[in-house]
């Protein structure tokens, strides 16, 4: 499936919390190319890019006719499995730790923690792709086709931190300005637990991950003063709890 999104039609879904948290767009290689307006000039089409539509085409027709694996009786598909060649196996596998140590606190893939830990798979998938197309035949993933498959992912994921990115560090600001304004308002305490937050407090702020980066937005911001460990709060004492600072 291919879809095209105007830039703000794409920033307002990547704004919504709900949409990048829930792991559908984890699942999409996104990408923003440069716009081309201003130089997009007619031309003719060359005899190369025939010559090549050809050959696409060609290996396309011989790709849809070949038969669906099935059981026989039942007609029940029964696709078989690709494995990795060895080095194809060690290359995924340093790829995945590549893009774990980018994912820690700090590094460059942070923000799109969702997108990265999806990479490795999106990689091999590509890579079966590419081998398929090649050989429909094929049986085994073998060490270029994984090299591009990797190729391929590490592009998408650079996109995804450059276009994701931002938009996640807007809805945490969003979040943070939608909490300061309801403990300011609305909440009639001094002080605050995050169980309190996710059961009485804004809608956006309902899962636990999404709370807790709120709260560390509004504490870098001096909002919020983090009790220490024990404090009595409304009767009970509290392992984590905040002032509010007005």
């Known amino acids: 499936m ?3 999104a105007q830039p703000a039609v794409l920033a307002n879904l990547l704004e919504d919390g709900l949409a990048v948290e829930q792991g559908f767009l984890a699942r999409a290689l996104i990408c923003q190319p440069t716009s081309t307006i201003g130089t997009r000039l007619y031309r003719l089409a060359g005899p190369e890019s025939h010559a090549a539509l050809g050959l696409f085409n060609a290996q396309l027709r011989r ?6 694996p099935t059981d026989g009786d039942r007609q029940q598909l029964e696709p078989r499995t690709l494995t990795l060649s060895h080095r194809a196996e060690v290359s995924l596998r340093a790829f995945h730790d590549e893009l774990e140590f980018d994912q820690a606190p ?3 893939f942070e923000l799109v923690r969702s997108f990265a830990s999806k990479a490795p798979e999106q990689a091999v998938r590509i890579a079966a792709v590419l081998t398929l197309w090649s050989d429909i035949k094929a049986q085994r993933v073998g060490d270029q086709a994984m090299e591009w498959g990797i190729e391929l992912a590490r592009y998408y994921m650079g996109e995804a931190a450059r276009v994701v990115a931002p938009a996640r560090v807007s809805i945490g600001i969003k979040n943070a300005e ?3 304004q309801w403990l300011n308002v609305e909440w009639q305490h001094t002080t605050i637990t995050p169980r309190e937050i996710q059961q009485s407090g804004p809608n956006a702020l309902r899962n ?4 807790q980066k709120t709260i560390q937005i509004l504490e870098e911001y001096g909002h919020l003063s983090l009790l220490p460990e024990g404090t009595m709060v409304r009767g009970v004492r509290r392992k984590t709890a905040y002032q509010i600072v007005k």
């Open 178 to 180: 939608k909490l300061s």
């Open 106 to 108: 700090g590094g460059k």
């Open 208 to 211: 636990s991950a999404t709370i």
């Open 63 to 68: 790709t849809l006719a070949q038969p669906l």
């Open 2 to 4: 291919h879809l095209m």
